[in-house]
């Protein structure tokens, strides 16, 4: 085996030590989190705090019929227990509208508490409030629900066939076709086309969903672990009635999402709902199961793939359709087409993305929806195709490597796939691959090799940000983005500080409060640029008012000159042509009799801000229009398998990645990785086991849910080609969701070269290898 | 009852203390030490991780009435206020942290694991590392920077005084 | 959680007083399993009878050249034990490759005897269970089985037991001593657990006032060379899909003695006498191990999801079989 070398990639090209974009800086955040000190939700004590304790439904569909909560009532300590019968009213959520992503908010479309009706085999039907969490679960296990079963879909599998396909909209993507793929499908020299299968998977974010809801009056304050707190907050405000600005949501530290803590779901909403019927502050910590049972998971799919070439290689044809599920009362579909839209340069293309309708818990987005499942069809398929032609499969995708957008000739804001690929292949050596399945060993271990291409589209939403610069040097940034364990908030100190010309010392950056300027959600790969863009404008917009400051004073070296003449640095602003000629922020501020200077982004106004939101909204199109704006990769996987138990091991990988600059390479590269070992868990173990016959997710915790942990690794390098995006402020694309696209695909196409088994169902368990 | 056991090194005594509490809960709801995670609730994730008697447990599946007299450390007592041991200095340096919320646990743990091997003379092997710690869930890092974190922190330890 | 008493025994008699008398007793030691029961409500005692400090802690060398393991020996310490490494490495091995480390050092021996099994419907109260709620029918049956039995089922329960050091203390003819107000008594672990038949929720032979004690390894030259060999979905931190306890001497290129059993394949842990019969006197061969697997899997019975097993517990004796007599034992 190949030792690693000890640095996980080459050395960057070193930044200017004034630099702070590019270095490996420690998390800003690090000091509280290794001291035990930074507050997650659950850690927020509330004067006369109550607990509170979901009842799930144990039917998929139905009526309640009876409830009996007179053995929770008596149990001492037991505040009140909620159901349909006697919990307060809620406005329902509002339908849908591109117009207000944040109708997009609710996980589903249930009036919790305010129906009789079932929609899903562990929807919460009960909430008991307690004076410790102990009480409340416990009496939460004495509540008896009877029901009027009604017959439920839950069986995917049966499902697949009532699919339906979607329609195109502004939020989902639907059919697209160029040419004619089944046509020349028919014609091609060569054909694969095969069906893949992906299970139903869950986030398992460390921290379980947790909600502290205070009630003042009509103003409410929430404790939230969120991806997104201004949809919490505008969902909450529509879902009580009450006004919008009397409603704070706090996550400064959110222990990981993978999307499952962008929507609101029914532990936020019964919180704060439990904290109005009892008039008292209420918490309540999701168990794990509880999680399971009302926070929507990954959708299984069903893939079908046809790859049509010619003898040398060239793509004639690709077909990718695929069904996803969703809930009858929400649920969003995965498009796993999105990547064969943009991968490979066929002239006929045909892609179809469908929805069936199950009685089950509503899906949600997890890590790269779309891609994440849909890159495993294709990436494996192409394997299978290069297999075919007895073809390299890296040479055959580079063959097939577009220098358009294979759809609609767009051109890519950038694209080094090539790049990626040759220095892949150079660094893990995969020259040295014998190309025959089982033709690689060591001793029982039977050695496979494979690569997979990672693609995702990062998305970029609209910020606005409050700079404040004070005569003593220092910045304050103030954003209600979200810390989920990326190092955002490290990576806008980076950004500020180079801006600004300061030491990242001086920076701090307040982020995951209402109270501050509306942030983007930590989602589609989109928040780091998403906020660096806006923080960039106010910053110019920041040394602007200085200079407008500095120009007014006679005695000022900067007197005269225009912004474009002048570098920020060392504390200061000071002229490109003469560099000892300036005078820092402090100086100038002083002179002025200010204490401090504050820009924001964006207006403050409601107007002002859907007026910011479409013309962010308007340039998104119009960049869409204009570019395909992707990050790319190129995995590289060894796995051992053994001969006799079928056991698979990952016993190298290497991800190198196209992303654009990168910000921090010490955060990046964790983003990258965890994204590559989340989907090494995909590959080999990660399934969410609903039984069919109920419809109940029989593994709802992590004894059965297998994470990868420490022991299934090998060391896992992550390279990239850190060259900037010329379309994007500072060349940043994103990073959080590419990582763990085309990870399966890598893994089942080494497991088929390691033992001639081609497995085309995930996981890729020993079972399917014996 | 009335539980009496040492916590990171100080005496502590609460009252009304139902047996059947987790020492988790106990620790974060009682004696204000959250820094220990609840994150599964039945042993399975590590977040949890504390020292009892010196050895490192699942703090989520003993129950209030077995700490009784005993000796207990958590994430925050592993070095003095304001301080941070050299551990947590690793994991921040290396990098081994995103999300954090299983860093307390994870901390504990290795400080345990560095500590044996150190008593033994020796540094523990990545074999080792990653068996020792395949107890502690981690979904953010990919792990790679917490073996770093746990060579980095055996490097430096191994010059303290035993 | 429901509410209980506590009671710390201070000694063995009270502890042995209390289950005797209390008919919603349950003894807590490690509690790894029983607390988190507790917590999915599945266990619900009335009292709680905590015997963590009870001096059961000790290991011992026996007179004969045996080992006597207190039941309150934590996991951890049973591993690393210096007579259990050299003399019995198969129970050394089994022991770490369960559960985690922290698990490890609160879990004790009688309490990893005596855990329950992770079938998932077992821990769902929704879900049919006959071992739960007997006569409730079993879900596992015609719904997920993958990690179900494939040895020793009935049409009433396929759970099986998810220890891996029972696997290795049956293969090596471990004694287990109970203790209740009625005195003391022997039972060979082989015959603790019980097949499910008709009454599934009864699990072991023991009397509900009764106390495991301690463990007794007999001396066993056999022991030394020793293997366990456990296949999991995981590297590390899961149960076996199916394990194998093998210990075997060969003299001229024929096996002498052997000592095989199987863990995940059954309720109980499963000693292969069959295979063990067919080994000795055989040539040490891969032909004649797996000859000796087959014989011992001829009464299994797969389901569609687990009859992977049969072949995976034939693979996997042979390649331990063989492994041992290409390396030998291993500490």
Known sequence: MTRAPERSRPAPPTPSPAQAVGRPLDRVDGPAKTAGLARYTADHHVPDLAHAALVHATVARGRITGLDTADAEAVGGVLAVLTHHNAPRMTPPAPVSALDLSTLAPGTTVDYLNTDRVHWNGQPVAVVVADSPDTARQAARLVRVTYEVEPAVTDFAAAQDDAVPLRGTLLVLGEERTGDAERALATAPVVVDHRYTTPAQSHHAMEPHATVAVWNGDRLTVHEGSQDVDWARRHLARRFGVPLAGVRVLSPHVGGGFGGKAPVWAGTVLTVLAARATGRAVRMVLSREDVIRTVGGRTPTVQRVALGAQRDGTLTALLHTGVSQVGRVGGTPEPVGSQSRHLYAAPHIWIRHSTTTLDVLPTAHMRAPGEAVGTFALESAVDELAVALGMDPVELRMRNEPDRDPLDGKRFSRRDLRAAYARGAERFGWAERTPSPRSMRDGHWLVGRGVATAFHLPVRLPADVTVRLRADGTVLVRCAFHEIGVGAATAQTQVAADALGVPVEAVTVEHGDTELPVGPQAGGSGQTASVATALLEACEELKRSVLALARRSPSSPLRGRRLSELRAGRGGLYRADAPDRGETYGVILTRAGRAEIEVRTAAGTRLGRTLQQARAAAGWFRDRRRWVRAVTGAHFCEVRVDEHTGEVRVSRWLGVFDVGRVVNPKTATSQLRGGIVMGIGAALSEETLVDPRTGRTVNPGLAEYHVPVQADLPRIEVDYLDEPDPTTPLGLLGVGEVGITGVAAAVANAVHHATGVRVRDLPVTLDRLL | MRLTCTVNGDRHEVDDVWEGESLLYVLRERMGLPGSKNACEQGECGSCTVYLDGVPVCACLVAAGQAQGREVGTVEGLAGPGELHPVQEAFLEAGAVQCGFCTPGLLVATDDLVRRSRAEGRRPADAEIREALAGNLCRCTGYEKILDAVRLAADRMAGEAR | ?331
Request: glycine letters at 8%; aromatic letters at 4%.
């Open chain 3, 1 to 331: 959680m429901r509410p209980f008493t506590y009671l710390s025994a201070p000694d063995v008699t009270t502890a042995l007083r209390a289950i005797a008398t209390e008919p919603g007793a349950r003894l807590l030691a490690g509690g790894t399993n029983l607390v988190d029961l507790m917590r999915q409500d599945v266990e619900r005692p009335t009292t709680v009878v905590d015997i963590s400090t009870l001096p059961l802690d000790e290991v011992q060398e026996l007179p004969a050249g045996g080992l006597r393991i207190g039941a309150l020996v934590r996991n951890s310490r049973l591993a690393a034990h210096p007579a259990v490494r050299s003399r019995y490495p198969v129970l050394s091995q089994a022991v770490l490759s369960g559960a985690s480390g922290q698990l490890r050092n609160m879990a004790t021996v009688g309490g990893n005897l005596l855990q329950r099994t992770r079938c998932p419907y077992f821990a769902d109260g929704t879900a049919a269970c006959n071992k739960r709620d007997p006569g409730s029918g079993c879900a596992a049956i015609g719904g997920f089985h993958r990690g179900s039995a494939v040895l020793g089922t009935s049409e009433h329960c396929i759970a099986t037991h998810p220890s891996d050091m029972a696997v290795a203390l049956v293969a090596l003819d471990a004694v287990v001593e109970v203790q209740s107000l009625r005195g003391t008594r022997r039972i060979p672990l082989a015959e603790l657990h019980v097949l499910p038949g008709d009454t599934p929720d009864v699990e072991t032979a023991l009397d509900p006032d009764e106390l495991v004690t301690a463990v007794e390894l007999p001396a066993l030259p056999v022991a030394a060379s020793s293997r366990y060999r456990k296949v999991r979905d995981r590297a590390s931190f899961a149960f076996a899909l199916v394990s194998v306890a093998a210990a075997m001497e060969v003299a001229d290129g024929t096996v002498t003695a052997a000592r095989l059993a199987l863990g995940g394949v059954a309720a109980r842990p499963w000693r292969a006498h069959l295979a063990e019969r067919a080994l000795v006197g055989a040539p040490a061969t891969e032909e004649d191990f797996r000859r000796a697997a087959t014989a011992e899997l001829a009464t299994a019975v797969g389901r569609p999801q687990n009859a992977f097993k049969i072949e995976l517990a034939r693979r996997t004796v042979v390649a331990t079989l063989h492994q041992l007599t290409t390396e030998g034992g291993a500490a």
